[in-house]
């Protein structure tokens, strides 16, 4: 068997062979074929020894035909689809639930695959989805139960931003200035502001055309429903939705603004989060 040391080849984000994933009996619903096993365990710990950190955590996910924009950039914390570099390059589906570990030692008698792997950027991607399962922003009860049960405007958002798929990399809110208000009533509303993300490669121009129609929407859909009827806010005040590129989203802003995620995670299911942290 061979040894495990810190000149391993083995980094985060590197992929199984085949080979190597039949023989830790790691297979996708899906079928062996179709299943690809990443390697989520960070570099620095990989390169610990077996005797002082013997495991090394890896994601079982799949091959999959396309890409689900609701699930590129690390949208959701539950599931991530990602694209792999390599000839010709695939596409791959992960799941939180996908995650199992594997020994070292015995990991150290394969290489990782070579013709296929994540490029810089994707790797970045895979990180941020690591790390906002543990990470994710949380919102008040009452502004969550506004959003999505008062005024239904939590559909609203995730329609406007559904058709654009990775054109949007993200949508950011950030209530009450990041001050914790408690409200009460329909005429004491939450201040909302919302920042849509969009990646500036490979086309800036058409990602912002996309952040800029979702903003639209987002912005109608606000004030027709809270607005409108009676010429002054109800339940959510917006302020404003400004489209914003990941080359001009400020330190300052990322440190200061909330992930909106798919799934509304909300108080009642987590701890707060102060700031974004993914």
């Known amino acids: 068997m061979a040894d495990w040391n810190r ?19 790691l297979q996708h619903a899906g079928g062996q074929e179709q299943t690809i096993v990443i390697v989520a ?5 990989l390169a610990q020894s077996p005797e002082s950190e013997p495991l090394v955590e890896v994601v079982v996910g799949s ?21 792999l570099s390599g000839v010709p390059p695939c596409k791959a589906e992960f799941e939180a639930t996908g995650k199992t570990r594997i020994g070292k030692t015995e990991l150290a008698a394969f290489a990782p695959q070579v013709d296929v792997r994540l490029s ?23 502004f969550e139960r506004r959003l999505k049960d008062e005024t239904k405007l939590a559909k609203k958002i995730t329609k406007a931003l559904e058709p654009h798929g990775a054109m949007i990399a993200g949508i950011f ?12 009533g329909e005429d004491d509303p939450y201040v909302l502001d919302i ?48 489209v914003i590129s990941e080359s001009v989203l400020t330190y300052q ?13 909300s108080l009642g299911n987590e701890p707060q989060q102060p700031v974004l942290a993914d």
């Open 195 to 242: 920042y849509v993300l969009h990646p500036a490669e490979p086309d800036f121009m058409a990602a912002e055309a996309a952040a800029q129609q979702a903003a639209n929407e987002i912005q109608h859909a606000f004030r027709d429903k809270l607005f409108t009827p009676t010429r002054t806010w109800k339940y959510i005040e917006l302020r404003f939705c400004e």
């Open 120 to 142: 810089h950027e994707s790797l970045a991607i895979f990180q941020y989805w690591l790390a906002s399962r543990y990470r994710r922003s949380a919102f008040p009860d009452e």
């Open 7 to 25: 000149d391993t080849p083995w980094r985060q984000g590197d992929l199984l062979t085949a080979e190597a994933a039949a023989a830790f009996g």
């Open 63 to 83: 091959d999959i035909a396309k890409l689900d924009g609701n699930f590129t950039h690390a949208k959701t914390a539950r599931k991530l689809h990602v694209e």
């Open 253 to 265: 802003q990322f440190k200061m603004l909330k992930r909106w995620r798919l799934e509304h995670i």
């Open 41 to 45: 365990t960070h570099d620095c710990d």
């Open 173 to 184: 809110f950030d209530v009450d200035n990041g001050d914790e208000n408690a409200r009460v």
